[in-house]
């Protein structure tokens, strides 16, 4: 493996603020798969047809969850009310392939986000693990 800048690791722990779940810029779309949406809607205890109808929708033939008042839909009083469920985008983050540049991790990504910079380190061959399999380290 080539020599990465973050070698060392990079601490990460979410405070589960809802601060990435307000609509900004590249950040506004969340993408839900077929196992994300069979997850929440068995979290919130619906049929995945009903859930799609009132949480979903199609932005460019992509299903990606609806906003609601310049936030996430699934964001009330502030947390995620699917958060154990939450999107595989949104478990993923802030470990995306386009975060992991320097300039973007101590720029957007640490302003975006508290969690940066705190709680457990995770290693190099996690975070290679995670863009590789697209699945948090549990
Ligand atoms: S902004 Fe960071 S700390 Fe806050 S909920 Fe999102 S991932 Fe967690
Ligand atoms: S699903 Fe939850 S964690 Fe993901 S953006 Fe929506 S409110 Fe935030």
Not at 68 to 77: E, K, V
Not at 85 to 104: A, D, S, Y
């Amino acid at each position: 493996m080539d020599e990465v800048w973050y070698r060392n690791g990079l601490k990460f722990c979410c405070q589960q603020c809802g601060q990435c779940c307000w609509d900004e810029g590249d950040y506004t779309e969340v993408y839900v798969e077929k196992d994300d949406l069979r997850q929440m809607a068995a979290y919130m205890d619906l049929y995945p047809d009903a859930f799609y109808r009132r949480f979903v929708k199609n932005s460019e033939g992509f299903d990606v969850l609806r906003s609601r008042d310049g936030a996430c839909i699934m964001l009330r009083g502030g947390r995620c009310r699917v958060y154990p469920v939450r999107p595989r985008q949104c478990r993923t983050w802030p470990f995306w392939v386009e975060n992991l540049r320097r300039h973007v991790w101590y720029g957007e990504v640490r302003k975006r986000c508290p969690g940066v910079g705190k709680g457990y380190k995770y290693g190099v061959d996690e975070i290679e693990k995670i863009l590789l399999s697209g699945e948090p380290v549990s």
